[in-house]
């Protein structure tokens, strides 16, 4: 199975800041990468696909890069409703897998 | 609007068995790959397992931790995804979310509010 490391596991930043969540595939996945934001309680809501683009409705202060096995996800400018878990999923391969999760809190 | 709605979760014994399902709106069901994906309380996400739809002859791919127990299975008529589990163990208490895969962005695209099944005697 392909191991999907994220980090850090949590960050605390202040609203506008500028935020980077990294996710380590344990091997090659091309670009077959997503990122998800999930709030407590509530279901993942996608956020990215393909590494780098944008899900329909998703804002542009989110944003992906990477390919191979190294990604990131930033958020430009933090808001408050932006503080949430963060999670990279890699469907390259069977089975699909997903990263630990990234948890942005509120300093 | 797309719209996926799981029921069918509830308390259930170790050993026991138990059947989701997920009614899906809004789009064309029989177009797409179905996905579940679980979380365990407190924890991160994992996939279950996935079918695919009448052009690949409705085939299916399960993670290993649920292969030969849990059975994934659907009926475009209804428009409607399931989840057969049986054997079930405390491990599999969980949360669990009906997604679909994008036909055009090939990714999961649209989750459900999830159902929570609790394995416990």
């Known amino acids: 199975d392909i191991q999907m490391t994220q980090s850090p596991s949590s960050l605390s930043a202040s609203v506008g800041d500028r935020v980077t969540i990294t996710c380590r595939a344990s091997r090659g996945i091309s670009s077959n990468l997503a990122w998800f934001q999930q709030k407590p309680g509530k279901a993942p809501k996608s956020l990215i696909y393909?590494?780098?683009s944008l899900q329909s409705g998703v804002p542009s202060k989110f944003s992906g890069s990477g390919s191979g096995t190294d990604f990131t996800l930033t958020i430009s400018s933090l808001q408050p409703e932006d503080f949430a878990t963060y999670y990279c999923q890699q469907y390259n391969t069977y089975p699909l897998t997903f990263g630990g999760g990234t948890k942005v809190e509120i300093k | 609007e797309v719209q996926l709605v799981e029921s069918g979760g509830g308390l259930v014994q170790p050993g026991g068995s138990l059947r989701l399902s997920c009614a899906a709106s809004?789009?064309?069901?029989?177009?797409?790959?179905m996905d579940w994906v679980r979380q365990a309380p407190g924890k991160g996400l994992e996939w279950v397992g996935r079918t695919r739809n009448k052009a690949y002859s409705y085939t299916t791919e399960y993670a290993a931790s649920v292969k030969g127990r849990f059975i994934i299975s659907r009926d475009d008529s209804k428009n409607s995804l399931y989840l057969q589990m049986n054997s079930l163990e405390t491990e599999d208490t969980a949360v669990y979310y009906c997604?679909?895969?994008?036909?055009?962005?090939?990714?999961?695209?649209?989750w459900g509010l999830g159902t929570l099944v609790t394995v416990s005697s």
């Open positions: 393909a590494a780098s």
């Open positions: 809004g789009f064309t069901f029989s177009d797409h790959y």
């Open positions: 997604v679909r895969w994008g036909l055009v962005s090939g990714f999961h695209d649209y």
